[in-house]
Structures are given as structure tokens and as C-alpha cells.
């Protein structure tokens, strides 16, 4: 097992949880119909986390434009890698774009070294 995902697919299903956290907090609302201000809380909270997850889509779309575009070299899929190293979002195959990096264990702390 690698314990690694593709960067950009992780904060994806990140934002993707937000929205299922969000809807799951106002359907819990319905629990609590009698208490006015319980229900303005949940409500407020899913339609924050919603609007969060939204936000965090906009940021991948920005994350997605400074990603490069390449094609793995183990599946030849098209796939965007972020940082110094990534993993394909396909077959989770590190890669790397830098020179110095390759043929290296995968390391996500790579990613912060200089
Ligand atoms: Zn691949």
C-alpha cells in the first residue's frame, strides 16, 4: 500500500467531504425543527462548510493551472503533478521534476526541502 495520493485529487476529495459534511449538518437540522436557533446553527454551519468546499474547488482550479501536465511513464496517462513530487493521479506513480530527485524514495517531505 502506498500511503500517497496525487495532490490535487486529495484536496478534491477533501472539498468533496466538505459538501457531504455540510448537507449532512443541515439534514441534522430536521432533528431539532422544535429549537429555532439549534436548526439557524446547523443550517449556517453546512451552508459555511458548503461555501468552503466551494472555495477549496476555486483553489484547486488555481492549483490545477501552476500543476504541470505530464504523461506517466508507467500507466501513459495524461496527469498533473504539483510541488516537486507528486504521485500520478492514475496508477499513484511518483514523480518528480526534478533531476536530482530521480530514482529516489518517495517522500512527501521533499516537497518542503530545498
Ligand atoms: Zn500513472
Avoid at 7 to 12: D, E, L, Q, S, V
Avoid at 54 to 72: D, R
Avoid at 75 to 87: A, E, F, I, P, S
Wanted: with cysteine; proline share 4%.
Amino acid at each position: 500500500m502506498k500511503p500517497y495520493k496525487n495532490k490535487i485529487n486529495r484536496i478534491r476529495s477533501f472539498a468533496l467531504g466538505l459538501i457531504f459534511f455540510g448537507f449532512i449538518i443541515m439534514y441534522g437540522a430536521i432533528f431539532f425543527k422544535d429549537n429555532g436557533i439549534l436548526v439557524t446553527i446547523f443550517v449556517t454551519l453546512g451552508l459555511l462548510s458548503i461555501l468552503a468546499s466551494t472555495a477549496v474547488y476555486g483553489w484547486i482550479g488555481l492549483l490545477s493551472t501552476k500543476a504541470v501536465p505530464v504523461v506517466c511513464p508507467n500507466c501513459g496517462k495524461h496527469t498533473k503533478v504539483l510541488g516537486r513530487v507528486d504521485m500520478c493521479m492514475y496508477c499513484k506513480e511518483p514523480l518528480t521534476l526534478d533531476p536530482n530527485l530521480e530514482g529516489q524514495e518517495f517522500d512527501e517531505a521533499l516537497n518542503k526541502k530545498r
